[in-house]
């Protein structure tokens, strides 16, 4: 059995994986607590697809991708605010034109470009199994000013997100906060990019936190429960995925939707 | 009627607001004015602009013309509170009558400060103040429309702001707890804060108001209960069936 867990680490591109598994079970599912409460799943899903021109313009100038997604993300994130406010348009309309709009502009970099060579599927599916040491020291960045973000603003980011109108009128600030809630959701999913790839990385960001709901009352017990039912899920996927020959995208999705489906025979609430 | 100046009294006065919503002018010519320690019901059918009213007193939305004053007032420190409709809140989002409450604290906070013994203290009283200390621990979603207005309230009080501003208060709310509610409301106007109501089923409650404003798009009638509700007004109001209504007396007369 100890076996099991400690065979795979003789590696060192295990132990890299392992500890990119954990950074991504548990960032993802924290602001994921915001993502499903506040019915941001589609932005979510639009931020992961809106980073790929930031990640392709990194493999030709020839930095770490991750790196260049972080601002990619973070102008998306700001300029579906802006779009939905000026256009006038609902946020899910201005956030399907962008995010197409810009997972466009990456695939014709991407088949314009004669330079790289990157696989799709990579981008697509994520490449845990092949992460960097620079990789992890960005997601390490990221989690650190996520963590900071979300512990510094946590009493304003509960009040807008509750009442967003009773917060607004206190002040600005409740406009900002929800800025930097979105930029903090771009900062997670290009973790989470890295590990389970762009259409995957929603299993991480939903998933858990929504079982997380089903299971606990209080928003900060959600919180707390969503990253540690991430990690589990992370982590036990990257075994699977080691001893039964599978990619780690998608064993990770499949164990957290597992604990999913456990949850709902098992929950305490039913969502409002 | 008006008890002791609050320390920081503050008044209100609008001076022929017009504001536009969804491109038709909702309100026009708003005129009125409100002093420390005043509890005013504004009162209209839906659609009158009770709604657009308060977002321009909590600067929501542009004035288009006219003005709107609100002497010591800072928003920004949060003296203003809006306790908004129902429809506008997140009840999806998990979060105990507590966690509400110290909502209150985040302008007096600013950003990175968390609460300390003394935000916890306050907030503590202020739910004893509205009679939830046993629902502390309760999330919205198990309170009573009624409780959670009551929730709304004490996050106000924490926040210490001197102007409430409390949209379709009763929506939601049996007879028995907008009673509750109006009591509530009553000791903190009795502290010189200056509350506004807005409902659109006229209550016998009306009766208990200070002031009622009679809104539909302009101020029919603002004064007293007993001196607004005439039949002329309710007719403006409601048409012919709110002169039925005043006529039965269920204008606010009883009281």
Redesign the interface.
């Known amino acids: 059995m100890i076996e099991f867990f400690v065979a795979p680490l003789q590696y060192g591109f295990m132990v890299r994986a392992l500890i990119g598994s954990v950074l991504v079970g548990v960032m993802c599912p924290l602001v994921g607590a915001y993502v499903v409460?506040?019915?941001l799943a589609f932005m979510g899903d639009a931020l992961a697809h809106a980073v790929l021109p930031g990640m392709v313009l990194g493999f030709i100038v020839g930095i770490n991708p991750a790196i260049a997604a972080v601002p990619t993300g973070v102008a998306v994130a700001v300029l579906v605010r802006i779009v939905s406010r000026r256009a006038g348009f609902s946020t899910d309309t201005s956030i399907g034109i962008l995010f197409a709009a810009m997972f466009a502009l990456g695939l014709a970099m991407l088949s314009l470009s004669t330079t790289i060579r990157v696989d799709m599927e990579d981008l697509l599916l994520g490449q845990l199994l092949a992460i960097s040491p620079t990789d992890i020291y960005v997601s390490l960045g990221i989690t650190t000013v996520v963590i900071l973000g979300l512990f510094?603003?946590?009493?304003?980011l509960?009040?807008a997100?509750?009442?967003?109108?009773?917060?607004?009128?206190?002040?600005a600030?409740a406009n900002i906060v929800d800025y930097v809630l979105l930029v903090m959701l771009a900062l997670v999913i290009v973790i989470g990019i890295q590990a389970a790839g762009v259409i995957l990385v929603m299993a991480m960001l939903v998933t858990p936190a929504a079982t997380a709901?089903l299971l606990v009352?209080?928003?900060v017990s959600?919180m707390m429960a969503a990253a540690a039912i991430g990690t589990a899920a992370a982590v036990t996927g990257l075994y699977i995925s080691y001893h039964f020959n599978l990619p780690p995208g998608p064993a990770m999705t499949l164990v957290a939707s597992g604990i999913f489906a456990l949850a709902i025979s098992f929950r305490r609430?039913v969502?409002? | 009627m008006n008890p002791a100046p609050y320390p920081h009294a503050a008044r209100m006065s609008l001076r022929d607001v017009s504001v536009e919503f969804d491109g038709q002018m909702a309100l026009r010519n708003v005129s009125f004015d409100v002093d420390a320690g005043t509890l005013m019901g504004v009162v209209g059918p839906n659609g009158a602009g009770k709604s657009t009213l308060f977002n321009a007193i909590?600067?929501?939305l542009p004035v288009r013309r006219g003005k709107v004053t609100l002497h010591r007032v800072d928003?920004?420190s949060?003296a203003?509170?809006?306790?908004?409709q129902r429809e506008?809140?997140?009840?999806?989002?998990?979060?105990?009558a507590m966690?509400?409450v110290?909502?209150g604290?985040?302008?007096r906070?600013g950003?990175?400060r968390?609460?300390g013994k003394r935000d916890r203290e306050l907030v503590d009283a202020c739910l004893y103040r509205v009679g939830l200390w046993d629902h502390r621990s309760a999330?919205?979603?198990e309170l009573s429309g009624g409780q959670r207005q009551r929730v709304?309230v004490a996050?106000a009080l924490t926040?210490e702001a001197t102007v409430l501003l409390l949209d379709e208060a009763f929506s939601g709310v049996d007879a028995g707890a907008q009673e509750g509610l109006v009591e509530v409301l009553q000791t903190v106007r009795n502290e010189g804060r200056i509350v506004l109501l807005a409902t659109h089923d006229l209550t016998n409650l009306a009766g208990r108001f200070d002031q009622v404003l009679c809104l539909n798009r302009h101020v029919c009638a603002c004064g007293p209960p007993d001196e607004v509700f005439t039949s002329e007004v309710m007719e403006q109001l409601y048409g012919a069936h709110g002169v039925r209504l005043a006529n039965d007396g269920e204008g606010g007369k009883r009281r």
Do not use: E, I
């Open positions: 409460t506040r019915n510094a603003l946590h009493h304003w509960l009040f997100s509750f009442d967003p109108v009773g917060s607004q009128v206190v002040g600030r709901y009352r209080r928003f959600m609430r969502p409002a | 909590a600067g929501l928003r920004r949060g203003l509170a809006y306790v908004p506008s809140v997140n009840w999806r989002f998990p979060v105990t966690d509400v110290m909502m604290r985040c302008c906070l950003w990175c968390r609460p999330l919205m979603t709304f996050r926040q």
